[in-house]
């Protein structure tokens, strides 16, 4: 089964860019994915396939990936941008999320 | 609009069962493949099993193998998971999900099973 590890926390002020790594042995071999989670509330999808933005999700988030890392950037963080973010992947027959990072933007 | 809603969650005992529902609607459930993702209280997301969208494939993290069972009737619109010999750590919001990492996915708002004595 996959293992995903993410850092447990990531405070940036408003204005800056916000990094968030996610590192694997499996992700040379598969897309990373991020949801991003408020409290509270169901996850939303914010990138997939490494770095395509689905509809509606603002240009300040990307996504990238290289080796063992994927990182997702939040680029101008604002402070609606507080939540929990999650890595995910999905094999042929192994799926898993990080661990989760939390951002704090103030 | 799409809505995903699960019903089924409460409280049981060590080593009961609870059988989890989702209503799918709005959307053609029959293409796409089903998934069923767990939190535990102030825990981060664990994805517990997915289904293909004809049920020939299923697929399951270790922790629940051989105790759940996850299913799917198309006809109905509706996903289901079968929880056997549940355990404490098995205490979670169950979100029940639509096409993991695809931006045409959704998720429910999740039901909330309590195992404890």
């Known amino acids: 089964s996959y293992e995903l590890t993410q850092p447990p926390s990531v405070s940036v002020s408003p204005g800056q860019t916000a990094r968030i790594p996610c590192s694997g042995d499996?992700?040379?071999?598969?897309?990373a994915y991020w949801y991003q989670q408020k409290s509270g509330q169901a996850p939303v999808l914010v990138i997939y396939?490494?770095?395509q933005r689905p509809s509606g999700i603002p240009e300040r988030f990307s996504g990238s990936s290289s080796g063992t890392l994927a990182t997702l950037t939040i680029s101008g963080a604002q402070v609606e941008d507080e939540a929990d973010y999650y890595c995910?992947?999905?094999?042929?027959?192994?799926?898993?999320f990080g661990g989760g990072t939390k951002l704090t933007v103030l | 609009e799409v809505q995903l809603v699960e019903s089924g969650g409460g409280l049981v005992q060590p080593g009961g069962s609870l059988r989890l529902s989702c209503a799918a609607s709005?959307?053609?459930?029959?293409?796409?493949?089903m998934n069923w993702v767990r939190q535990a209280p102030g825990k981060g997301l664990e994805w517990v099993a997915n289904?293909?969208?004809?049920?020939?494939?299923?697929y399951y993290v270790d922790s629940v193998k051989g105790r759940f069972t996850i299913s799917r009737d198309n006809s109905k619109n509706s996903l289901y998971l079968q929880m056997n010999s549940l355990r404490a750590e098995d205490t979670a919001v169950y979100y029940c999900?639509?096409?993991?990492?695809?931006?045409?996915?959704?998720w429910g708002q999740g039901t909330l099973v309590t195992v404890s004595s």
């Open positions: 999900a639509s096409a993991l990492g695809a931006p045409t996915g959704n």
């Open positions: 709005g959307f053609t459930f029959s293409s796409y493949w």
């Open positions: 289904i293909k969208q004809d049920g020939s494939e299923k």
């Open positions: 499996a992700l040379p071999k598969t897309y």
């Open positions: 396939e490494d770095n």
């Open positions: 995910y992947l999905a094999g042929t027959s192994d799926f898993a």
